[in-house]
Structure formats: C-alpha cells, structure tokens
C-alpha cells in the first residue's frame, strides 16, 4: 500500500524510528496530506519537544487539541471537511483523566487521587509513557472526532515498548502477587497459598516490619481503591494490542541514509514482522541524489592542478573554486554511501515498493514553509498524490 491509499483508508497512522531522522516532520506532513485528502486529522506527538508546534505554525501544543488554521494549510489544497489538530502527549493528564474518568465514585477518585503511592507510581509511569501514550491514543479514537489519527513516537527503543505496552501492562495486572495481595478480591483468591514458604497473614505482618506500617497501609488502600478499575484497564489494553494490529491502523519507519540509524530502522522492520504489526512503508529521509551526469563534470574528478580553468584564476578565486569542487567531490561521495544504503535495504527484504525517498533540503524544516516544501518532494519522489 503506497502513502496515498493509506492516508485515505487507515484510522491510526504510526511513524516510528531513531532520534534525529525526521519522525516529527514526516508525521505533520502525513497529517497535512491527511487533511489534504478531506479527512478529519490529528497529529499527535509523545515528543515534548517544540518542533511540531514550530513546523505547523502553532505558538505552542499542549494536551488539548489545537487546530491548525486553513490558511497555514493553504484552504485549497484541503478537499471538502478536511481539517487538521495537533496536540502533544501530558502523561500525567492523562493518568488523572483515567481516574477521573473511571473511579466508581468520587470518594473512591479522591483516595487515588491523594495517595502517597500514586503519587509516587504516577512519576513512574511519567518517565516511560508508552502505555500512557495507548491510553490516550484509545480515548482519541473512541470518541470519533477524528478520521485519521497520525501519531510521532519517541524514539526506537521507546517506539517497540510503544507497541508492547498494552500486552506488559495486562500480563502485570494479572500476574503480580503483590497487587493480588492489597486487594480484598486479591487476597480471597490467594487464601490458603504459601508464597515464599510463608502465609499470607504473616508475609503482609512481615511487610509491615520492613516497609513500615503507614507505607504498607498507603498501599492497601491505594490498591483497594484502584481494584475496581483493574477490570478497565485490562479490557482497554487488550483493544489497544488489538487495534494497532488490525487492519485500520498502519506503521511507517522514517529513517536517514545514516549507518546507525539503519540498523534502528532494520530492527524495528525485523520486529514488525516477527510481532505481526503492520508495516505500510519506509521513508528515507535526507538522501543525497546526485542528479548531475558523471561525464558532464568528469573534468573535475582530478587533481586541482590538473584543472585547465584554475591555472588562470585569482587566488581568492581559484580558492574559492576549489572549494566547490571538493564540496562537489564531497556530496558525490554521499550520493554513492546513500545508492548503497539503500540498496541494502532491499536485500533485507524491504519491498522496493514501500521505500519512500525525501532527498536532502537545503536547509532544517523548522517552519510551515519547509514543511510544505517537505511535502512537495515527498509528493515528486511517487509517495504521494500531486
């Protein structure tokens, strides 16, 4: 399925990759594209950085959508009731959302919500927001404001435990003893179990001695609270593992000719397919494309002394020359590393069909201009529509 087609039919869009590749810039201009072809869009980031905000022309993202006005768009280019938000992941939001949203009663949101331990838990969770992430992205989904959603993951390592957060999150719920032991439903199915040789009345007397008495208390009572929504968070999960491998949703791995960040988009390509989630496509972003004939310039692949035109020239012009042919020299080099990289790829098994090539832009996409223009040579190199 080529970018067109999966713009136009996907719910969930997910582009993953390394640091530094250009995962940012490539999920807005799907979401432009998205909006584009007449579908409600939103762009979300888990990257707390600025640069989504900057590439779109927003003052800032924060955990409410924002619209992204037409005329940054150009209204033109937007067909029927396209539109595009963008918004950025708050994990801690979203982790008071869930409570707020799913506690049985204000009585029991409040004790969750005022306990030591999930204060504590909740930083936790903050630091590694995958499952936080899933969370909010279900939320998203369920509600139905949005045709396509195009989500900018963190990178590599943080986009696979993207992925596996659903599955990890409810073998936890159902295999921990410790939760099983703070919660009265817990401990009914645990009566008459030995665990580490000891009963279950003296492990949590013996708990008590080691962590201290308030501590162990906080956390009775954190978990009898939390019992009710265990339950949820289980069925979520499972919907989320689901849904990212169905056939609504779709993953693109957007990398550089870079020799480290290939063996990240290699990994995450082996792993998509070993784990059954759907890969779409691979953009290679920043390729040197050497579109100037060989023979056209052959004359400059000697050395500088053997180049008729310099013997004639000033100083500071034959320097000045010389510098462009060595940045010639240089980017030819480039030209040849990226021909092989990319080569490489397809003996992986990368299907030459879903490679996607963005050559190298002659300055940072930092604004809405250098995003269109992002665009624009993702639209002439076949991925997209014109």
């Given at each position: 399925?080529?970018?067109?087609?999966?713009?136009?039919?996907?719910?969930?869009?997910?582009?993953?990759?390394?640091?530094?590749?250009g995962k940012t810039t490539t999920s807005a201009a799907l979401a432009m594209h998205g909006a584009a072809l007449g579908r409600k869009t939103l762009v979300l980031t888990i990257d707390p950085a600025r640069r989504l905000a900057d590439a779109l022309g927003l003052s800032s993202l924060?955990?409410?959508?924002?619209?992204?006005?037409?005329?940054?768009?150009?209204?033109?280019?937007?067909?029927?009731?396209?539109?595009?938000?963008?918004?950025?992941?708050?994990?801690?939001?979203?982790?008071?959302?869930?409570?707020?949203?799913?506690?049985?009663?204000?009585?029991?949101?409040?004790?969750?919500?005022?306990?030591?331990?999930?204060?504590?838990?909740?930083?936790?969770?903050?630091?590694?927001?995958?499952?936080?992430?899933?969370?909010?992205?279900?939320?998203?989904?369920?509600?139905?404001?949005?045709?396509?959603?195009?989500?900018?993951?963190?990178?590599?390592?943080?986009?696979?435990?993207?992925?596996?957060?659903?599955?990890?999150?409810?073998?936890?719920?159902?295999?921990?003893?410790?939760?099983?032991?703070?919660?009265?439903?817990?401990?009914?199915?645990?009566?008459?179990?030995?665990?580490?040789?000891?009963?279950?009345?003296?492990?949590?007397?013996?708990?008590?001695?080691?962590?201290?008495?308030?501590?162990?208390?906080?956390?009775?009572?954190?978990?009898?609270?939390?019992?009710?929504?265990?339950?949820?968070?289980?069925?979520?999960?499972?919907?989320?593992?689901?849904?990212?491998?169905?056939?609504?949703?779709?993953?693109?791995?957007?990398?550089?000719?870079?020799?480290?960040?290939?063996?990240?988009?290699?990994?995450?390509?082996?792993?998509?397919?070993?784990?059954?989630?759907?890969?779409?496509?691979?953009?290679?972003?920043?390729?040197?494309?050497?579109?100037?004939?060989?023979?056209?310039?052959?004359?400059?692949?000697?050395?500088?002394?053997?180049?008729?035109?310099?013997?004639?020239?000033?100083?500071?012009?034959?320097?000045?020359?010389?510098?462009?042919?060595?940045?010639?020299?240089?980017?030819?080099?480039?030209?040849?590393?990226?021909?092989?990289?990319?080569?490489?790829?397809?003996?992986?098994?990368?299907?030459?069909?879903?490679?996607?090539?963005?050559?190298?832009?002659?300055?940072?996409?930092?604004?809405?201009?250098?995003?269109?223009?992002?665009?624009?040579?993702?639209?002439?190199?076949?991925?997209?529509?014109?």
């Amino acid at each position: 399925m080529n970018l067109e087609r999966l713009l136009a039919n996907k719910r969930i869009v997910i582009c993953c990759g390394s640091g530094g590749v250009g995962k940012t810039t490539t999920s807005a201009a799907l979401a432009m594209h998205g909006a584009a072809l007449g579908r409600k869009t939103l762009v979300l980031t888990i990257d707390p950085a600025r640069r989504l905000a900057d590439a779109l022309g927003l003052s800032s993202l924060d955990h409410r959508p924002r619209r992204v006005s037409d005329s940054a768009l150009g209204k033109k280019r937007v067909r029927g009731t396209g539109s595009l938000d963008a918004m950025m992941l708050d994990a801690k939001a979203t982790l008071d959302e869930l409570v707020h949203r799913h506690a049985a009663t204000p009585k029991v949101r409040e004790a969750i919500l005022d306990n030591p331990i999930y204060r504590f838990g909740s930083r936790a969770l903050i630091e590694s927001p995958e499952y936080l992430a899933l969370e909010k992205l279900n939320a998203l989904e369920s509600e139905g404001s949005w045709d396509l959603i195009v989500v900018d993951t963190p990178p590599t390592r943080h986009a696979l435990d993207f992925f596996s957060a659903s599955r990890r999150m409810v073998e936890f719920l159902e295999r921990n003893r410790f939760l099983a032991m703070m919660t009265p439903g817990g401990r009914r199915k645990l009566v008459g179990e030995k665990i580490l040789g000891l009963g279950l009345d003296t492990l949590l007397r013996l708990l008590g001695r080691v962590t201290g008495s308030e501590l162990l208390q906080a956390a009775r009572a954190f978990f009898t609270a939390f019992e009710g929504m265990f339950e949820g968070f289980k069925e979520r999960a499972t919907r989320m593992e689901g849904l990212l491998r169905s056939d609504v949703s779709a993953s693109v791995i957007v990398t550089t000719p870079e020799p480290h960040a290939l063996v990240e988009a290699r990994l995450l390509y082996a792993t998509f397919i070993a784990e059954r989630i759907p890969f779409s496509a691979m953009i290679v972003n920043r390729v040197a494309i050497d579109t100037v004939p060989a023979q056209a310039l052959s004359h400059l692949t000697g050395e500088r002394g053997s180049v008729p035109f310099l013997s004639g020239m000033e100083e500071a012009d034959r320097t000045r020359a010389a510098a462009l042919i060595d940045n010639y020299l240089l980017f030819q080099a480039l030209a040849e590393r990226d021909r092989t990289a990319l080569a490489g790829l397809a003996k992986v098994g990368i299907d030459p069909a879903r490679l996607q090539i963005v050559p190298m832009l002659d300055e940072e996409v930092v604004r809405l201009e250098g995003l269109q223009k992002f665009l624009r040579c993702l639209k002439r190199k076949g991925g997209l529509s014109a």
